[in-house]
């Protein structure tokens, strides 16, 4: 069982950055592949990108350039640093964990195991 908890989010202008960390509880965090979604209001959770446990990431191409996935093992912590920001990334962002191993499914929400409980952010014009 891992449960996920989401902080860093907030209300920011364009252009501007935030950080968001995820953590982890349980000893085997680094045994996860860890993933970024985002909903918006009337759309469906979007897949921005994900982070195998040897640190090696993957994105999107909407946030790819902009958007920043890492892991601290240590600290059973995953961040998502996001640069340039655009009103069009307002959303809920969550964290989700993965055990399978592989490809197949990475950019579907039902390819992980546990969420986190999400955070808003806001970016305005």
């Known amino acids: 069982q891992v449960q996920l908890v989401e902080s860093g989010g907030g209300l920011v202008q364009a252009g501007g950055s935030l950080r968001l960390s995820c953590a982890a509880s349980?000893?085997?965090?680094?045994?996860?592949?860890m993933g970024w979604f985002r909903q918006a209001p009337g759309k469906e959770r979007e897949f921005l990108g994900i982070t195998w446990s040897g640190g090696s990431t993957y994105y999107t191409d909407s946030v790819k350039g902009r958007f920043t996935i890492s892991r601290d093992n240590a600290k059973n912590t995953v961040y998502l640093q996001m640069n340039s920001l655009k009103p069009e990334d307002t959303a809920v962002y969550y964290c989700?964990?993965?055990?399978?191993?592989?490809?197949?499914?990475?950019?579907?929400?039902?390819?992980?195991?546990?969420w986190g409980q999400g955070t808003q952010v806001t970016v305005s014009s």
């Open positions: 349980g000893r085997t965090f680094s045994r996860y592949a």
């Open positions: 989700a964990a993965r055990a399978k191993y592989g490809t197949d499914g990475l950019g579907r929400p039902t390819g992980y195991d546990y």
